[in-house]
């Protein structure tokens, strides 16, 4: 929204999407559209925007799998679909805590994701687990196009 792009926020918490509204308009950031909305049914009409993120969201849904295929639905042609997500790990309290419904993925899994959604020219980049605080996992970001 800062470079003047267009963002569609969607959340199925009404309380995140509040929290959202307040943010955009506390740093005075236009042009973002809020939608309550499923990852397994997004509220976006088929190609309707020229890409698609998911931020730390997978690890809390039911089916990853099912969400990248909306995803994929989502984007345009040649648009891009990316994943941020933890690497599977052995983090317990993050299910005790956060809620998670997954202890993070392995690189073959989030692979089949994206390949199963029809996406192309699949990448996945991994991270070290960051150093100090909290004892969090190793992170990755995954990204695909859908086919032109």
Same mark, same amino acid.
């Given at each position: %929204?800062?470079? &003047?792009? $267009?963002?569609?926020?969607? +959340?199925?918490?009404?309380?995140?999407? *509040?929290?959202?509204? !307040?943010?955009? #308009?506390?740093? &005075?950031?236009?042009?973002? #559209?809020?939608?309550?909305? +499923?990852?397994?049914?997004?509220?976006?009409? #088929?190609?309707?925007?020229?890409?698609?993120?998911?931020? /730390?969201?997978?690890?809390?849904?039911?089916?990853?799998?099912?969400?990248? $295929? #909306?995803?994929?639905?989502?984007?345009?042609?040649?648009?891009?679909?990316?994943?941020? *997500? =933890?690497?599977?790990? !052995?983090?317990?309290? /993050?299910?005790?805590?956060?809620?998670?419904?997954?202890?993070? =993925?392995?690189?073959?899994?989030?692979? &089949?994701? =994206?390949? !199963?959604?029809?996406?192309? *020219? =699949?990448?996945? !980049?991994?991270?070290?687990?960051? %150093?100090?605080? $909290?004892?969090?996992?190793?992170?990755?970001?995954?990204?695909?196009?859908?086919? $032109?």
């Amino acid at each position: %929204a800062r470079l &003047g792009l $267009r963002v569609v926020a969607i +959340d199925s918490s009404p309380r995140m999407l *509040d929290a959202a509204r !307040e943010k955009a #308009e506390r740093e &005075g950031l236009a042009g973002i #559209e809020l939608r309550l909305g +499923d990852a397994a049914a997004l509220p976006l009409a #088929e190609g309707e925007v020229d890409a698609a993120l998911a931020h /730390m969201v997978v690890q809390y849904l039911a089916s990853p799998a099912e969400a990248l $295929r #909306e995803m994929a639905r989502a984007v345009r042609p040649g648009g891009a679909v990316v994943v941020v *997500d =933890f690497l599977h790990h !052995e983090q317990e309290w /993050m299910r005790q805590e956060l809620g998670v419904a997954w202890l993070g =993925f392995t690189a073959s899994e989030v692979a &089949g994701w =994206f390949q !199963e959604a029809g996406l192309v *020219d =699949f990448r996945l !980049e991994t991270e070290p687990a960051p %150093a100090g605080g $909290r004892d969090l996992p190793a992170p990755f970001i995954a990204s695909g196009r859908r086919p $032109r």
